[in-house]
T-cell receptor, first 114, second 115 residues
């Protein structure tokens, strides 16, 4: 199994631009999580989906952030417009129906907003 | 409310010595408890978990953790540290009865094993 796949691995953009981060969960997993990691705030859960349905988006910072999961094998996290304070590493994780409590993380997308 | 505390930002240990990375938790009811490790420029990797049963849980790379309900702790341990164990370690908790899948992570402890 290839594990959780995230793209791009690195993204540098200018303030005000739209940024789209992509995630492919492990095949057969039905829960998907988006996290943000910064030095100041540590690891924060932004949103998670169960069976493609958003369950808890209370961690989404503001309206500039949106996430979708159109099918079981793909999710996006979009920031529009981006701001320098959005600079962070964004992780996607997934878990299986049989072992929902164990999350498997992707390698992350390192985002820098100038 | 659920939370995890990792009281030490940094732990240094000499290679070959035993190591302990501390974690305490707060949760209503019975917890699921986890340890994850993060190597530089990588995502978090699952190490071990406690759900029920034996309080001593064994995981990957020779790590183990002991669930202590009275002290609400779940410290990570290894009898003999390796330089390659140097990484960032995260403790996490999930409450059993919430039905929610999300984990609450601690702030992380950076372990440095000195050759």
């Amino acid at each position: 199994d290839a594990g959780v796949i995230q793209s791009p691995r690195h993204e540098v953009t200018e303030m005000g631009q739209e940024v789209t981060l992509r995630c492919k969960p492990i095949s057969g997993h039905n829960s998907l999580f988006w996290y943000r990691q910064t030095m100041m705030r540590g690891l924060e859960l932004l949103i998670y989906f169960n069976n493609n349905v958003p369950i808890d988006d209370s961690g989404m910072p503001e309206d500039r952030f949106s996430a979708k999961m159109p099918n079981a094998s793909f999710s996006t996290l979009k920031i529009q417009p981006s701001e320098p304070r959005d600079s962070a590493v964004y992780f996607c994780a997934s878990s299986s129906p049989e072992f929902q409590e164990t999350q498997y993380f992707g390698p992350g997308t390192r985002l820098l907003v100038l | 409310a659920q939370s995890v505390a990792q009281p030490e930002d940094q732990v240094n240990v000499a290679e070959g010595n035993p190591l302990t990375v501390k974690c305490t938790y707060s949760v209503s009811g019975n917890p699921y408890l986890f340890w994850y490790v993060q190597y530089p420029n990588r995502g978090l990797q699952f190490l071990l978990k406690y759900i029920t049963g034996d309080n001593l849980v064994k995981g990957s790379y020779g790590f183990e953790a002991e669930f202590n309900k009275s002290q609400t702790s779940f410290h990570l341990k290894k009898p003999s540290a390796l330089v390659s164990d140097s990484a960032l370690y995260f403790c996490a908790v999930r409450a059993l009865q919430t039905g929610a899948n999300n984990l609450f992570f601690g702030t992380g402890t950076r372990l440095t094993v000195i050759p």
